[in-house]
């Protein structure tokens, strides 16, 4: 009876093990079946005069980098996975978590009025203390305040002067509402908190954001200024004017300064770099956030009713199959998007050096990680 009985263990195990081995088959032969799609879409919507590089996270890891196109029209330059692009707003993000890091080292709370630190806030035009602005309000876009200043040349100018550009637009910026009535994505609000950060933590930003985002996460190929040894992996942005014609002028001027947008819009990086900050994001990786500030960052903190869901630097787009954190961005000749699925551990990164719509890099994101969250079903 006894040797019966383990033979009969003996066969589960085996039999279990072969299902399980058929299941994993069937799931790697599915997913295969799903970027090979994906990368069908990339090759046959990109514009032939531009590039497209993009990084894949499944089950906690990057399992597919690959770049389509060319980096450099001019000299017909195949982009590659170290091509480099600007991220735009993506930079949101990453400005937020710095944030994140000073909260959880009790440098200080999101409930701090920023005026404690940066008191050059109360000239903005109409500022009181029933306005009084916390790190909170900048980082979810609860301010209420515009989007830009009226302030000519705000955005433009070197980025060594990108503080002074933030001190001499606050005058120039009003109120669209009051704080926490309504969401109100404010470009110069995250100027505005970067050089509170910086204020707070007695450091210049973007030292901060390389030393305490860039270089534990080994992101070795992001950078606020890139370096003149690098140059050559930088991809050439094709910004398309109002006529359609291509305008390569104007991305070429953005990369000697953008004014006061620094925090919100100033980073340059690869697909690969921006999967090492989704993996941290996602709790793995190097641990620089508890998982309690991780999911305080992506949670809604916008007010109920709201058409924008937006936490802590992340947009939250939601479906009956998944929710997805990210941040796209979009400046003169490039286009980025960043987007993960927290529960399941997915991730996708696309980066292109060209203004045209096609592909919608938003929207194939985030049909790759419907995709992807359904191979689970």
Same mark, same amino acid.
Not at 181 to 186: M, Q
Not at 215 to 235: G, T
Not at 334 to 345: I, P
């Given at each position: 009876m006894k040797n019966s009985v383990l033979i009969l263990w003996y066969v589960l195990v085996i039999l279990g093990c072969n299902s399980q081995t058929r299941e994993n088959t069937v799931r790697t032969e599915t997913l295969e079946s799903v970027i090979a799609k994906f990368e069908d879409q990339l090759n046959n919507e990109l514009e032939n005069y531009g590039s497209i590089s993009g990084a894949i996270v499944v089950d906690n890891q990057v399992i597919w980098s690959k770049a389509f196109g060319v980096s450099d029209s001019d000299k017909a330059t195949k982009a590659d996975t170290t091509t480099i692009y600007r991220t735009g707003s993506i930079s949101k993000p990453i400005t937020a978590f710095l944030m994140m890091q000073l909260v959880q080292e009790g440098t200080i709370t999101l409930s701090d009025p920023v005026e404690l630190y940066l008191p050059e806030i109360k000239k903005l035009d109409g500022y009181s203390d029933a306005r009084r602005i916390t790190f909170q309000h900048l980082a979810a876009h609860t301010s209420g305040l515009i989007r830009e200043p009226k302030q000519k040349d705000a955005a433009a100018g070197p980025i060594?002067?990108?503080?002074?550009?933030?001190?001499?637009?606050?005058?120039?910026?009003?109120?669209?509402?009051?704080?926490?009535?309504?969401?109100?994505?404010?470009?110069?609000?995250y100027g505005i908190l970067g050089l509170a950060l910086s204020r707070a933590a007695d450091k210049p930003f973007m030292e901060?954001?390389?030393?305490?985002?860039?270089?534990?996460?080994?992101?070795?190929?992001?950078?606020?200024?890139?370096?003149?040894?690098?140059?050559?992996?930088?991809?050439?942005?094709?910004?398309?004017?109002?006529? %359609?014609?291509? =305008?390569?002028?104007?991305?070429?001027?953005?990369?000697?300064?953008?004014g006061y947008k620094v925090p919100n819009g100033g980073i340059y990086s690869t697909p690969n770099d921006l999967a090492k900050f989704i993996l941290c994001n996602l709790g793995l990786s190097v641990k620089l956030l508890s998982r309690n500030n991780l999911s305080r960052m992506q949670t809604i903190q916008t007010p109920k009713g709201e058409g924008q869901a937006y936490g802590l630097g992340f947009g939250i787009q939601q479906d009956s199959?998944?929710?997805?954190?990210?941040?796209? %961005?979009?400046?003169?000749?490039?286009?980025?998007?960043?987007?993960? =699925?927290?529960?399941?551990?997915?991730?996708?990164?696309l980066m292109k050096n060209y203004s045209a719509d096609s592909p919608n890099i938003s929207k194939l994101s985030f049909n790759l990680l419907k995709e992807l969250a359904q191979l689970d079903e």
């Open positions: 060594a002067e990108w503080e002074a550009k933030v001190l001499e637009s606050i005058a120039n910026t009003s109120f669209q509402y009051d704080p926490e009535e309504r969401f109100s994505y404010s470009n110069i609000g901060l954001i390389e030393e305490k985002i860039f270089e534990p996460l080994q992101m070795d190929n992001s950078y606020f200024i890139v370096p003149e040894d690098q140059i050559f992996r930088l991809s050439k942005g094709l910004e398309t004017g109002p006529d %359609g014609k291509l =305008d390569r002028e104007k991305p070429q001027r953005e990369h000697m300064g953008r199959v998944l929710t997805v954190i990210g941040h796209s %961005g979009g400046v003169a000749g490039y286009r980025a998007n960043l987007a993960f =699925d927290k529960d399941r551990g997915n991730g996708v990164v």
